[in-house]
């Protein structure tokens, strides 16, 4: 079953690898979608794929990189978007 979700990460989560470490590790799992930093100081994930490799992304997001602190990750569930990569989003 596929599975969506848009994921956001508060915490010391920038300037530290984070993005690439998802990227990473998405990549790894086979799952598609995006990456990016908010203005808000969060990041912002979006994941696609088979639906159990999606939830084991989020419990390894959860975890983070050494540097990182996650301090809430919110996780909502969105349409299938049909993403061809997943990729690190700069603005």
């Known amino acids: 079953m596929k599975k969506s979700v848009r994921i956001y990460f508060r915490g010391t989560v ?5 993005r690439q470490f998802i990227k990473d590790n998405a990549d790894k799992r086979g799952l598609k979608g995006f990456a990016r930093n908010l203005e808000d100081g969060r990041v912002e ?8 490799r999606v939830d084991e992304m989020i419990e390894v997001c959860r975890i983070g990189p050494r540097h990182s602190q996650i301090k809430d990750v919110e996780v909502k569930e969105e349409k299938f978007q049909y993403f061809k990569e997943f990729k690190i989003l700069r603005f």
């Open 45 to 52: 994930a979006w994941l696609e794929g088979d639906s159990e």
């Open 14 to 18: 920038q300037g530290i690898f984070f």
